[in-house]
């Protein structure tokens, strides 16, 4: 009987895994790399590293944020964990990833291929367990279809996201901002990192 149950929830996670990587590609929102010019009580103006200068509506949707370095150790259980996974033999592996205290954007909890990156996966998902290894770390995060373990080595980018809203906004600071541009033409800000304390944004 235990053998059964075993065996069909072995079944279960490699269908999950299948389906996940069948499903399609998660297209990111594009982003605004450059540096603030002008804050209003609405929005702000960005001179793109383009040379071109873009204005950026803010509403109830947009999320102002900022990025601090995080080592393998700072992986906690409960946080929300993002990370893109490539595979590594039979195994997944991290090549960056980054934790936040809040739940991600509609409490999205995923597993699902990177547009334009073949092979490549992306997870959303919330800790359950680290253990610490030699080289980084192992983590498992459950998800919306069950849990999966992969490597954290200790040498990809780690960072960790603070919601600290648009009082974050200034002039002359370094801002990566993905948004939606609607259909009469208007930018709103989605998900928009801004420099802190001297650090840069460093999600890509």
Known sequence: MRKSFAAGSLLLLIAAAA????????????????TIQQ???????VKG????????????????????KLDVNGIKPGDHFASDLTKAGEDWRSTVGHTQN?????NAL????????????????????????RDGARVKVKYDMGDLEFEVPSTVVLYHVSFDG??????????????????????LGRFVTV??????????
């Open 102 to 106: 809040e739940a991600f954007g509609n």
């Open 166 to 187: 648009p009082s974050l906004l200034k002039p002359n600071l370094a801002v990566n901002a993905a948004y939606e541009k609607t259909p009469d033409g208007v930018l």
């Open 110 to 133: 995923w597993f699902r291929p990177i547009a334009g990156k073949p092979g490549a996966m992306r997870i959303l998902g919330i800790v359950e367990q680290v253990t610490p290894g």
């Open 49 to 68: 590293d383009d040379g071109q200068t873009y204005t950026i509506g803010l509403d109830a949707r947009s999320r102002v944020v900022a990025d601090s």
């Open 195 to 204: 420099e802190k304390d001297g650090q840069k944004p460093i999600a890509d």
């Open 19 to 34: 389906q996940a990587q069948n499903n399609p590609p998660q297209q990111p929102n594009p982003r605004i790399v450059g």
């Open 39 to 45: 804050v209003s009580a609405d929005g702000f103006t």
